[in-house]
């Protein structure tokens, strides 16, 4: 109990391999639909859409997976509202499309979970992303 704070912390925060496996256990926490609460109301969003956007290969395929995980579930609209407004569209979409082939299969897994929601599914398609 009490591990998500420091995870979320070592995601923004840490050094280049603390963030990938920080973000690595954050997608693997947020396999339990509680933990996908508690990630996000911990401020993992954020951290993840950035390391999505601008880090190393490595830790934009694994924010890719955190973020696949966490908009996961019929239940976690939230999840999936606070990743769109975050501005984790643009990242995942240009991983799908031009990233490696992990960052291509999480970010596509991401896109696909939140295209579940009408207003997200047009923001992808505005961002270029086609299913």
Known sequence: AGGI????ALARDGTDGQQVHA???LANLAIN???????????GIAPLVALARGGTDGQKEQAAGALAELAAGSLNDDNKVAIARAGGIAPLVALARGGTDGQKVFAARALWTLARIADIRVAIANA????
Do not use: E, K, M, T
């Open 33 to 43: 639909a509680d933990n996908q609460v508690a990630i996000a109301r911990a401020g």
């Open 23 to 25: 973000a690595w256990a």
């Open 128 to 131: 270029g992303w086609r299913f």
């Open 5 to 8: 704070a420091p995870l979320v």
